[in-house]
């Protein structure tokens, strides 16, 4: 995947942490049927997410208490 443009933002009071990405992909591969998959196209992604705090404070560096990933991709497929 190409990470094209990344934005994110996270809420220092509320710990809610949003990123908004978009970019390019490439399938290179697959298992048993799809083994030889092909395609290519574009992709938006987009995360919600509300941090852990520790000592008051939000910790990116600990597993998030909720998680929403949401991917849009969009482009031709074949075998």
């Known amino acids: 995947m190409d990470a094209g443009s990344r ?3 996270a809420d220092p009071r509320t710990c ?3 990123v908004n990405q978009h970019g390019t992909y490439t399938l ?3 298992t ?3 083994a030889k998959i092909s395609g290519h196209g574009t992709y938006q992604e987009n995360i919600l997410a ?3 705090r ?3 404070r939000c910790a990116q560096r600990k ?10 991709a969009c482009g031709p497929a074949g075998l």
């Open 16 to 18: 809610l942490l949003t």
């Open 54 to 56: 520790f000592q008051g």
């Open 50 to 52: 509300i941090d852990a």
């Open 63 to 72: 597993p998030p208490v909720a998680l929403q990933l949401i991917i849009w």
């Open 28 to 30: 290179l591969s697959g």
């Open 7 to 9: 934005f994110g933002v």
């Open 32 to 34: 048993g049927k799809y």
